[in-house]
């Protein structure tokens, strides 16, 4: 098993396939201007595989597959294929902006896929479109309900955003009233490729829940373990909702995760600087257990939470990167 040096156990790889798009989302990418990282520089699919190979011998049992738009790159499926038969890997999950999704639905079923996140910020296709400046809505609305049909769970991604898409919430919310699905609000955070200007309308989890309080009654569930978000559910209604405090980090405590960013760079925290470049190690011919040895000796000086990680990377390089490049 893997621990951090503050006792953390660790047990899950969020991995970000890609930083390609094909959506524009306000709060993570700029519309024009973006440099996608040189093709040569992904880390190839089979470097993923032996790096989650490795990882998942020392204790790595859950993975997200993230981006970027994961389903944009040629052989994801191919690859999540491969990753579905490793022994050691127990649970592998998507996120997805759903606007490509649908005709991969059985496929992910048969493999064992099992959740789909699917980022949805609006039900109003013109909110939508201001805020993703695609007009893609109705593609992502057919993905939501096929994927409401599949057996795989689903969770919705909704950033919370004044000015943008408060008037969301309660119809979000309703969604929950018959489908099986649990809506997670998202407080906004300051990784939207450009430099100094992030999360201007942001709403925290406190007025979140507040607005909710306004029309629902709800009652508190059981969290899972390592859960960012708090999570609740609506009287009388089949799925839930929970509130994930992404900007004012209050999960850090019982933080499980690591990052690997698609050039390979591992991010032991959100808010942190990448720390080992594991595309250059694996490239300069390491063995598995130098690759494992890295790991260790990241985990080994793990910030304690997302604060102390965003204050040690501030004096040299403030926040202005891409969530697109990070993977959320
Ligand atoms: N393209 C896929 C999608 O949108 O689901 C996967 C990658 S996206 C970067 C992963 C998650 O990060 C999405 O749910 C998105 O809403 C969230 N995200 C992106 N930028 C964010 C920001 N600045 N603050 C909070 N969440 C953000
Ligand atoms: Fe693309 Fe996802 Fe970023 Fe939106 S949040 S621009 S869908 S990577």
Same mark, same amino acid.
Request: positive net charge; proline residues 2%.
């Given at each position: 098993?893997?621990?951090?040096?503050?006792?953390?156990?660790?047990?899950?790889?969020? /991995?970000?396939?890609?930083?390609?798009?094909?959506?524009?989302?306000?709060?993570?990418?700029?519309?024009?201007?973006?440099?996608? *990282?040189?093709?040569?520089? %992904?880390?190839?699919?089979?470097?993923?595989?032996?790096?989650?190979?490795?990882?998942?011998?020392?204790?790595?049992?859950?993975?997200? *597959?993230?981006?970027?738009?994961? =389903?944009?790159?040629?052989?994801?499926?191919?690859?999540?294929?491969?990753?579905?038969?490793?022994?050691?890997?127990?649970? *592998?999950?998507?996120?997805?902006?759903?606007?490509?999704?649908?005709?991969?639905?059985?496929?992910?079923?048969?493999?064992?896929?099992?959740?789909?996140?699917?980022?949805?910020?609006?039900?109003?296709?013109?909110?939508?479109?201001?805020? !993703?400046?695609?007009?893609?809505?109705?593609?992502?609305?057919?993905?939501?309900?096929?994927?409401?049909?599949?057996?795989?769970?689903?969770?919705?991604?909704?950033?919370?955003?004044?000015?943008?898409?408060?008037?969301?919430?309660?119809?979000?919310?309703?969604?929950?009233?018959?489908?099986?699905?649990?809506?997670?609000?998202?407080?906004?955070?300051?990784?939207?490729?450009?430099?100094?200007?992030?999360?201007?309308? =942001?709403?925290?989890?406190?007025?979140? %829940?507040?607005?909710?309080?306004?029309?629902?009654?709800?009652?508190?569930?059981?969290?899972?373990?390592?859960? !960012?978000?708090?999570?609740?559910?609506?009287?009388? =209604?089949?799925?839930?909702?929970?509130?994930?405090?992404?900007?004012?980090?209050? =999960?850090?405590?019982?933080?499980?995760?690591?990052? /690997?960013?698609?050039?390979?760079?591992?991010?032991?925290?959100?808010?942190?600087?990448?720390?080992?470049?594991?595309?250059?190690?694996?490239?300069?011919?390491? !063995?598995?257990?130098?690759?494992?040895?890295?790991?260790?000796?990241?985990?080994?000086?793990?910030?304690?939470?997302?604060?102390?990680?965003?204050?040690?990377?501030?004096?040299?390089?403030?926040?202005?990167?891409?969530?697109?490049?990070?993977?959320?």
């Amino acid at each position: 098993m893997l621990f951090d040096n503050h006792g953390r156990k660790i047990n899950y790889l969020r /991995l970000a396939v890609t930083d390609r798009c094909n959506l524009r989302c306000f709060y993570c990418m700029p519309e024009n201007g973006i440099k996608y *990282i040189d093709r040569n520089d %992904l880390l190839t699919f089979e470097e993923m595989t032996r790096l989650i190979t490795v990882f998942g011998d020392l204790g790595i049992s859950k993975i997200r *597959i993230t981006g970027g738009e994961p =389903f944009i790159r040629k052989g994801i499926m191919n690859f999540l294929e491969d990753i579905s038969q490793l022994d050691t890997i127990e649970e *592998i999950n998507v996120t997805t902006n759903g606007s490509f999704t649908i005709d991969h639905i059985p496929h992910l079923e048969k493999m064992g896929i099992k959740s789909i996140n699917l980022s949805l910020d609006s039900l109003d296709k013109q909110r939508f479109f201001d805020i !993703t400046r695609r007009d893609l809505f109705d593609d992502v609305m057919a993905t939501y309900r096929a994927l409401v049909r599949s057996k795989m769970k689903l969770k919705i991604n909704m950033v919370v955003m004044e000015g943008r898409n408060i008037e969301d919430i309660y119809p979000m919310l309703e969604l929950a009233k018959k489908d099986d699905v649990s809506i997670r609000f998202i407080e906004e955070m300051p990784f939207n490729g450009t430099k100094g200007q992030g999360n201007q309308s =942001f709403w925290s989890m406190k007025q979140i %829940l507040a607005h909710i309080q306004k029309k629902y009654q709800f009652k508190k569930l059981i969290d899972p373990v390592s859960s !960012t978000s708090i999570n609740y559910q609506i009287n009388g =209604f089949e799925g839930s909702f929970g509130i994930i405090a992404a900007f004012t980090r209050t =999960f850090c405590g019982s933080c499980n995760r690591i990052r /690997l960013t698609p050039q390979g760079s591992m991010r032991t925290c959100l808010y942190s600087n990448g720390g080992i470049n594991f595309r250059d190690i694996l490239r300069s011919g390491a !063995t598995d257990g130098q690759l494992a040895d890295h790991l260790k000796t990241l985990l080994n000086q793990r910030a304690k939470d997302g604060f102390e990680a965003e204050e040690k990377r501030h004096l040299n390089n403030p926040i202005s990167e891409s969530m697109a490049t990070i993977g959320g």
